[in-house]
């Protein structure tokens, strides 16, 4: 577990709508995705809706992979996938809508920290 890399995302939707589109079209696509990034290291992935005080419509990302190799070759997979004109007709418009926060780390040593708007 001292090398596991954890990379958690959070994805703040405008209105219920949007966030049962968007659980849709994510669960079709990250099976797909989760067949690739298997092999190259990712070792756990889970997502599930954040049921916060303030009311706020959001979804959580929680993916752990071996070491930061194989984070490393799946962000670039990742990336990939998700800049690809595919993707991009599924959810574009949809993901200009959104508001993104990204964290990885190390089990028990923060590394990065990313966060914003796409």
């Not at 290291?41 to 071996?66: D, T």
Request: hydrophobic letters at 40%; glycine letters at 4%.
């Amino acid at each position: 577990m001292p090398d596991t890399i954890i990379s958690f995302t959070t994805i703040e939707y405008p209105n219920q709508e949007m966030m049962d589109k968007g659980h849709e079209i994510f669960e079709k696509e990250m099976a797909t995705l989760a067949d690739k990034l298997r092999p190259q290291g990712m070792i756990k992935f889970h997502s599930s809706r954040l049921f916060l005080p303030e009311g706020k419509l959001m979804m959580g990302n929680w993916l752990e992979y071996k070491d930061m190799a194989a984070f490393e070759v799946c962000n670039k997979i990742c990336l990939e996938v998700f800049y690809s004109d595919r993707a991009c007709s599924c959810f574009c418009l949809l993901v200009s809508l959104l508001r993104w926060q990204s964290w990885t780390f190390k089990w028990r040593q923060h590394i990065r920290f990313n966060a914003g708007y796409i």
